[in-house]
């Protein structure tokens, strides 16, 4: 099915009557349709429906309204009038256009759907399942991540049509335009709107200036569009159609040369007969290619593209880019980039509603299979004008990494038209992959047997905290014992687990120095391991240690206290038992005493350091539970009686003890 672009293809067809008084007399919306006055027709056409009162005779009105407004680029009515028409009996036509309407409006679900019952009650079903493929491929490039972003240049957009921003000088662009500003007092009986001229406009302090018109000379009541350079600026090929001359009709190429003062009046350029329109050029940068569309006879559809080389004489015979580039649809708007790569627009490939632009790799003397660049540059509205300003970032520290312009109608511009800026920018997502574990015992219910390795634990809840504790995320291992958060740039966090019946735990993880320009996803993993709580379970932690007579924590066995802190933290329902020990010299009630004593010393340094102190019980043992054989008139020496100066820990809440073990290096201070 043909889609015609609504405002700039409006020189596809005949203008004449358009924009100057006619000498036909308008008395119904056949005769405006016929001549092309969509602007005119409906008014017509919604007063013949409502005047019509048989249902068989208002069907086809239905459809007449609903292709007005489609041409007339009102998507949502020309939807509506489409669906009145199937209301009444409209047929396999009018589900088509309406599928069609809903896909150009990024309704791709319903036009699925409306594409799917199409093939099934249609001869033309393939036509369906195409464009069925098509909205649930454009769904799927929706959801893809994207690092282009897509802004409109409110800046010199207009409510009537933007379109075609090319560079001009150095910070200076030119565009075509039919805002109010354009030359002459006629409307296009198309658009309502007037005809197009070019426009430039200068970037200041990253800041468009307001529009002026380009030049006198160029310029006319006439349409002027969609300029080109040659590189030094002092050369333009733009698109001129006279639609107040009865003769000619069409639109062509013209040129002009800059004379350092003016711009001289613009000559035709007859690269094809005059009943052939034009549209479009681009001259490459070295000047020997001129690219353009036309609707010449002979081509694969409505208009394709043509390349022209530069001869002695002018230029060359056209030569059509071929089957691979043009359909039986519309092709338009050739661009090529610096390695003279083809990027173009086209309504007859595979996309996402109207006109898609799509790229297309040179390769010797021909192009690669072009290829959609997808969303964000596409949308279900018409796409084109695409051109590339920058290919990579200035500088070390340049996070735009590639850049430029297009034209789109899509929802949400000013105009019926409007221009684009895109930028894709140096943009890294973390992805923190981890997994929960724990031990596998031989025999699964006696921790003292032998640890087969690690296994998953599922149902862990994982929390992803800033290194203040303030905690941003959280989840559920699942079945694998797997968890995934997104991070940001720069950062680092905390990573904490825990599950009933087992001891908490945590780790750290940094996004520090680890961004990427090359790659989009940095994916970063952890594993933690939790220990189970078994019942009678003796836990080894480090010991505490007491210099001889004395209750006073040692600077090493606060640094032993200061890096078990996250435990408490991150078992905040363990109520701990904090026992202390002593040596067996002295008597058996000054050891009780000094023990108890060293066990409150522990309590006081932890509630110092914010653990509640209902969590935690002091405990003295005295010289009860030695760890060697150094009790009551056996003779040891300082280093064994050093090892029983202790402070070990329990889980009370639990019943299961925190056995301390000792640390490779033990300081002994002499006895005084």
């Known amino acids: 099915m043909k889609v015609v672009h609504r405002s700039i293809l409006l020189f ?24 092309k006055l969509f602007n005119e027709s409906l008014d017509f056409l919604l007063k013949e429906f409502n005047a019509e009162k048989d249902p068989i005779k208002q069907q086809p009105k239905a459809f007449a309204v609903a292709e ?48 799917e019952k199409f ?19 454009a769904l799927e490039w929706k959801k893809e991540f994207s690092r282009i972003s897509v802004t409109n240049i409110e800046a010199i957009n207009s409510s009537a049509s933007d379109y075609s921003l090319r560079p001009f000088k150095p ?92 711009w001289n009046e613009p000559v035709r350029v007859d690269v094809f007969p005059d009943t052939v329109n034009v549209y479009d050029p681009f ?32 230029w060359s015979a056209p030569i059509n880019l071929g089957g691979s580039i043009n359909t039986p649809e519309s092709e338009r708007f050739p661009w090529l980039d610096e390695k003279y790569n083809l990027y173009f627009s086209s309504n007859g490939l595979p996309g996402m509603g109207g006109l898609d632009i799509f790229k297309s790799a040179r390769v010797k003397n021909s192009f690669r299979e072009p290829i959609n660049l997808k969303y964000p540059i596409n949308s279900g509205a018409d796409d084109f004008a ?72 599922p149902k862990a809840k994982v929390e992803l905290k800033m290194a203040d504790e303030r905690i941003l995320n959280a989840a559920f291992s699942d079945t694998g014992g797997n968890f995934i958060f997104r991070l940001e740039a720069e950062t680092d966090y905390k990573i904490t687990a825990g599950k009933n019946g087992y001891f908490s735990n945590n780790t750290l993880i940094t996004t520090k120095g680890k961004r990427n320009k090359d790659s989009t996803y940095i994916n970063l993993y952890t594993q933690i391991e939790l220990d189970k709580i078994f019942t009678q379970k003796m836990i080894v932690i480090p010991n505490i240690y007491y210099d001889y007579d004395k209750a006073t924590l040692r600077p090493e066995s606060k640094l032993v206290l ?43 340094y932890l509630v110092e350091k914010q653990i509640p102190k209902d969590r935690l019980i002091a405990k003295g043992y005295g010289e009860t539970a030695p ?46």
């Open 12 to 35: 596809l067809l005949i203008l004449v009557s358009a924009c100057k008084p006619t000498k036909f007399v308008i008395k119904d919306g056949k005769t405006a349709v016929e001549l």
């Open 68 to 115: 007005s407004y489609r041409k007339f680029n009102d998507l949502a009515n020309a939807e509506k009038w489409y669906q009145k028409c199937l209301d009444l009996n409209g047929g396999s036509q009018a589900l088509f256009m309406l599928a069609m309407m809903q896909k150009q409006q990024e309704k791709y679900a319903e036009a699925y759907n409306n594409f």
């Open 119 to 137: 093939q099934r009650i249609s001869s033309g079903g393939f036509e369906g399942r195409k464009q069925a493929n098509q909205c649930r491929e």
């Open 171 to 262: 910070n200076q662009f030119v565009f075509s335009s039919s805002r109010d500003q354009a030359t002459g007092s006629g409307r296009d009986g198309w658009t309502g709107e007037k005809f197009s001229d070019i426009f430039v406009t200068e970037l200041k302090a990253g800041s468009f200036t307001p529009p002026t018109s380009f030049a006198t000379t160029l310029n006319t009541d006439a349409h002027e569009s969609s300029p080109t350079f040659s590189k030094d600026f002092k050369e333009i090929y733009f698109i001129r159609c006279k639609p107040e001359d009865q003769s000619n009709q069409f639109c062509h190429l013209y040129y002009s040369a800059f004379n350092n003062e003016h």
């Open 283 to 314: 001259l490459s940068p070295d000047g020997n290619l001129l690219l353009l569309s036309s609707d010449a006879p002979g081509g694969f559809g409505g208009t394709d593209l043509y390349l022209f080389n530069k001869i002695d004489t002018g």
């Open 386 to 457: 695409f051109y590339i300003d920058k290919y990579k970032p200035d500088t070390e520290n340049d996070t735009i990494l590639f850049s430029g312009y297009f034209s789109s109608s899509r929802a949400g511009g000013k105009g019926k038209d409007d221009l684009y800026r895109f930028e894709e920018r140096w943009l890294n997502l973390f992805v923190l992959r981890g997994k929960v574990l724990e031990k596998k015992y031989e025999n699964p219910e006696n921790p003292d047997s032998k640890v087969l390795g690690l296994k998953t634990l």
């Open 562 to 604: 200061d890096s078990i802190m996250i435990f408490f933290k991150d078992n905040p329902d363990l109520t701990i038992e904090i026992g202390s020990h002593t040596d067996s010299r002295g008597s058996d009630e000054y050891n009780q005493k000094l023990s108890q004593a060293r066990a409150q010393s522990v309590v006081d």
């Open 627 to 672: 760890v060697n054989q150094c009790r009551n008139g056996v003779n040891c020496t300082e280093d064994e009686h050093q090892k029983n100066r202790r402070t070990t820990f329990r889980v009370a809440s639990a019943k299961l003890n925190l056995e301390s073990i000792e640390p490779e290096d033990i300081k002994v201070v002499p006895k005084e």
